[in-house]
């Protein structure tokens, strides 16, 4: 289960790895939080709570080149007054900025489930929340259009 301490503005992984965030705040819709990556310039996270879903995207070092697409994650959130914390559901959904979202990591999914790492409800969760994501993408054609459809009008 990944931790996000909003008081320390810090990340744990399950791994155990700590990391500082730069930006930490909660929204009306969620937690925003933007942390550096060894690859990236910075990884930025939302927690979509009402909807069960992680929006990640990570922009590139080189203001030139394009980002990948933005990941939608089923996740479960759990929240007090000083942490947000989510587990991890697997399955997801690739949105790139031009083209048709797609489901990812179908195969890691189904073995995690096969496995017992993820119980029944949590499947059948993770799946209809990702396929509802997908339509609703679909029918709106765009992340941001989605995000506005779901009242969310923050820039991403």
Avoid: K
Wanted: glycine share 4%; hydrophobic share 40%; net charge positive.
């Amino acid at each position: 289960m990944e931790v996000i301490d909003l008081f320390s503005s810090q990340r744990r992984r399950p791994t155990g790895q700590v990391h500082r965030l730069e930006v930490c705040h909660v929204e009306r819709w969620g937690l925003a939080v933007e942390c550096p990556t060894p690859d990236h310039d910075v990884e930025i996270t939302w927690l979509l709570a009402d909807l069960g879903l992680r929006l990640t995207r990570l922009r590139p070092r080189n203001r030139h080149s394009r980002p990948g697409p933005s990941t939608l994650t089923a996740v479960t959130i759990h929240r007090d007054t000083r942490s947000w914390a989510t587990a991890d559901l697997l399955l997801s959904l690739e949105v790139p900025d031009a083209g048709r979202p797609r489901i990812a990591r179908a195969a890691e999914f189904a073995s995690a489930v096969a496995a017992g790492a993820i119980r029944q409800s949590e499947a059948d969760y993770a799946f209809r929340t990702v396929h509802r994501t997908l339509d609703e993408i679909s029918m709106h054609r765009s992340i941001n259009q989605w995000l506005a459809y779901r009242g969310i009008f923050d820039p991403w």
